[in-house]
């Protein structure tokens, strides 16, 4: 077990909603991550929030938003949903800036449907 | 950017056997590179990373990797497999910072007995 967990495990949502996803990250990490796993495919970078500021974006549109709170622990949130946005949200949290492992810690994820 | 190919989707191989998952690389200089494993309904975790030096890894599970330049490799190897490693294994590269991955599509492992 990584110590990071997202909730909820499983949803189910219909085209043009909103939903957000939670994570807490692993104790002593103050960095998060979040990555989209479509059936499949390997994960995709979505973006990384460092000390409550994003730091850094992949190819997502801004639909896709996130926020980090004080106690490092952060949300996505989705816009507008698209049934393409059904995937396997992965959130990973890491040391942060400095500590360069270039390990990250996922947890379990959570598995989102749009019908 | 730098990017990571595994060519192999699906590998299965019989348990004690051993194993050798493939992953090729896009990058002009010396690459970052990792190995991570998902095993059914969990999240992904790391087996071992290259960053410079000794270009034979060892990581945890009695998994290793070796990294050649002139192939553009960094594949992964396991003498003998146990039913417990059957999972997708997913090769990664960093782009625009070591936490911030590109990964490839994955090999799903099969073992049988």
């Known amino acids: 077990e990584t110590g990071v967990t997202q909730s909820p495990t499983h949803l189910i949502k219909t085209r043009g909603q909103q939903v957000t996803l939670r994570c807490s990250s692993q104790?002593?990490?103050?960095?998060v991550s979040w990555y989209q796993q479509a059936l499949g495919q390997g994960p995709q970078f979505i973006f990384q929030?460092?000390?409550?500021?994003?730091?850094g974006r992949g190819n997502f549109p801004p639909r896709f938003s996130g926020l980090q709170f004080p106690n490092y622990s952060s949300e996505l949130n989705v816009n507008a949903l698209e049934l393409d946005d059904s995937a396997l949200y992965l959130c990973a949290s890491s040391g942060g800036a400095g500590t360069n492992t270039g390990e990250l810690f996922f947890g379990e994820g959570s598995r989102l449907t749009v019908l | 950017a730098q990017s990571v190919t595994q060519p192999d989707i699906h590998i299965t191989v019989s348990e004690g056997a051993s194993l050798e998952l493939r992953c090729n690389y896009s990058y002009g200089a010396t690459p970052y590179l990792f190995w991570y494993v998902q095993s059914p309904g969990q999240g992904l975790q790391l087996l071992l990373k290259y960053f410079s030096g000794d270009t034979l890894v060892q990581g945890i599970k009695g998994f290793e990797a070796e990294f050649k330049r002139s192939q553009s490799s960094f594949n992964l190897r396991k003498p003998s497999v146990h039913w417990s490693d059957a999972a997708e294994y997913f090769c990664a590269v960093p782009n625009f910072g070591n936490e911030k991955l590109t990964f490839g599509t994955g090999t799903r492992l099969t073992i049988i007995p």
């Open positions: 104790s002593g990490h103050n960095t």
């Open positions: 929030y460092y000390r409550e500021e994003e730091n």
